[in-house]
C-alpha cells in the first residue's frame, strides 16, 4: 500500500512538473524524460532545511529498481505484444542503473550508517537500569498472578502489557548476546 501511494506521489508530481494533467505511470517511466524524474525526486526528498531525506530516497530508487514498477511495466507490454514499448522499459532501467550512484548512492549509505549507529554499544542501554527494570516487570507480574480476583479490564491490560515489555525487552539481541526466555518463564 504505501508503494501504491509513492508512486502515486511521484505521479501526481510528474504531472505539475510537466504540465500535462493526463501523463500516466508509462510516462513517468520513460527514458526519454528520465531528467524530469530526477527533478521530481529532488524535490520530493528535500527537507525543508536543504538536506534530503534518504530513508525516502532510497525506497523511491527501489521501487523503481527493484520493486513492481519497471518489471510489472515490462510484463504488461509483453504480454500484450508491444515489444517496442518493453525495449522501452528496458532502456528506461538501464539509464536508472547507469545513474543510480549520481542520484541514489549518497542517501543508500547514510541511511546504513543510521542503521549502523544504532548497534553501537554507547547506544545500549545501561545494563543496572535493565535488571532494575526487569525486577520490576517481575514483581508487578507476580503480585498481578498472585491476586485471586476476578479481573476487570484494567487489570488485564496491565498484565498484558507487562508480559509484552518482558516479551520485546528480553527476546531481542543487546550487546551481542542474545536473551530468550522460555515458556515456563
Same mark, same amino acid.
Given at each position: 500500500?504505501? !508503494? ?7 505521479? /501526481?508530481? *510528474? ?12 510516462? #513517468? #517511466?520513460?527514458?526519454?524524460? *528520465?531528467?524530469?524524474?530526477? %527533478? ?5 526528498? %528535500? ?8 530513508? #525516502?530516497? /532510497? ?23 508491444? *515489444?517496442?514499448? !518493453? ?8 539509464? #536508472?542503473?547507469?545513474? &543510480?550512484?549520481? @542520484?541514489?548512492?549518497?542517501?543508500? /549509505? !547514510? ?21 532494575? *527494570? ?16 476476578? &479481573?476487570?479490564?484494567?487489570?488485564? /491490560? ?9 516479551? @520485546? ?17
Amino acid at each position: 500500500m504505501a !508503494e501504491m501511494r509513492l508512486m502515486a506521489n511521484l505521479i /501526481v508530481s *510528474f504531472r505539475k512538473e510537466t504540465d500535462d494533467e493526463n501523463a500516466s505511470g508509462i510516462d #513517468l #517511466l520513460n527514458f526519454r524524460k *528520465f531528467d524530469v524524474l530526477d %527533478e521530481i525526486i529532488k524535490q520530493l526528498t %528535500e527537507k525543508e532545511d536543504g538536506h534530503e531525506k534518504a530513508g #525516502l530516497k /532510497v525506497r523511491i530508487g527501489f521501487l523503481l529498481k527493484k520493486k513492481k514498477a519497471v518489471k510489472a511495466m515490462r510484463g504488461y507490454f509483453i504480454m500484450k505484444g508491444e *515489444f517496442e514499448k !518493453e525495449a522501452d522499459m528496458t532502456r528506461f532501467s538501464n539509464v #536508472l542503473d547507469l545513474n &543510480w550512484s549520481f @542520484i541514489f548512492y549518497s542517501a543508500q /549509505v !547514510e541511511c546504513e550508517q543510521k542503521r549502523g549507529g544504532l548497534r553501537k554499544s554507547s547506544s545500549m542501554p545501561v545494563e543496572d537500569d535493565i535488571s532494575t *527494570f526487569r525486577n520490576y516487570l517481575l514483581e508487578e507480574i507476580e503480585k498481578q498472578m498472585n491476586q485471586y480476583e476476578m &479481573w476487570d479490564k484494567h487489570n488485564f /491490560v496491565k498484565v498484558r502489557n507487562l508480559v509484552l515489555s518482558r516479551l @520485546i525487552m528480553f527476546n531481542a539481541r543487546r550487546g551481542g548476546e542474545p536473551a530468550r526466555l522460555t515458556v515456563h518463564e
